[in-house]
């Protein structure tokens, strides 16, 4: 069974870092994407950054310059590097996969999504 966990959330002043990580479980995997995305209580879920297998990132323009993503594919564990947050950064942060190679069907593609890390961020 695959699954995504966050971990890394926390409360930080404004003006500093924070880097979240998402682990994905499950062998044999092939992940094509990983994103994060976050919430805050009463607004839509929004794309915050991407990479694909091929390394190749995007990121929201809210975040460009300030947020960097990884991923170590040795241990399907990606991270999201934030740094000079803001207030307005304060939301839950979720990640997401695209993933294939799960029996029976290894060429199918399946999305995932954790259960989301809380990132706080103080004036």
């Known amino acids: 069974q695959v699954q995504l966990v966050e971990s890394g959330g926390g409360l930080v002043q404004a003006g500093g870092s924070l880097r979240l990580s998402c682990a994905v479980s499950g062998s044999g995997l092939s992940i094509d994407t990983m994103d994060w995305y976050r919430e805050v209580p009463g607004k839509q879920r929004e794309f915050v950054a991407q990479?694909?297998?091929?390394?190749?990132?995007k990121f929201a323009d809210s975040v460009k310059g300030r947020f960097t993503i990884s991923v170590d594919t040795a241990v399907n564990t990606a991270h999201l590097q934030m740094s000079s947050l803001k207030p307005e950064d304060t939301a839950k942060y979720f990640c997401?996969?695209?993933?294939?190679?799960?029996?029976?069907?290894?060429?199918?593609?399946?999305?995932?999504w954790g259960q989301g890390t809380q990132v706080t961020v103080s004036s």
């Open positions: 990479i694909t297998s091929g390394g190749v990132t």
């Open positions: 997401h996969a695209v993933v294939g190679g799960i029996q029976p069907f290894p060429r199918l593609r399946y999305s995932y």
